[in-house]
Nanobody, 121 residues
Framework: QVQLVESGGGLVQAGGSLRLSCAAS????????MGWFRQAPGKEREFLAS???????YHADSVKGRFTISRDNAKNTVYLQMNSLKPEDTAVYYC???????????????WGQGTQVTVSS
């Protein structure tokens, strides 16, 4: 059982930056693969990035070069640094977790409640 709480969302102008945080509680954080998804109104859920317990990372093509996932196991926290934001990045962003790295990008076991990111033009 893992609880995830996202923070750091808000309103930002196009071209700006934002850093999302996800605080985890429950089972040992360092044992979990972590990820970020987003969902805009009327659109399908979109995988963004993942990070393993060994800090290997993967970033989806849609955000590669602009978004960076990282983790701090001492703080039980995962981050998503978002740079060069575009209006099409507007969505609810969700933090996810799973013991199995193979599932983190497809069907992760645990989800946060989400944090809204709005990018104005």
């Amino acid at each position: 059982q893992v609880q995830l709480v996202e923070s750091g969302g808000g309103l930002v102008q196009a071209g700006g930056s934002l850093r999302l945080s996800c605080a985890a509680s429950g089972r040992t954080f360092s044992n979990y693969a972590m990820g970020w998804f987003r969902q805009a109104p009327g659109k399908e859920r979109e995988f963004l990035a993942s990070i393993s317990w060994t800090e290997e990372t993967y970033h989806a093509d849609s955000v590669k070069g602009r978004f960076t996932i990282s983790r701090d196991n001492a703080k039980n926290t995962v981050y998503l640094q978002m740079n060069s934001l575009k209006p099409e990045d507007t969505a609810v962003y969700y933090c996810t977790a799973d013991l199995r790295f193979s599932r983190i990008a497809t069907n992760p076991s645990y989800w946060g409640q989400g944090t809204q990111v709005t990018v104005s033009s």
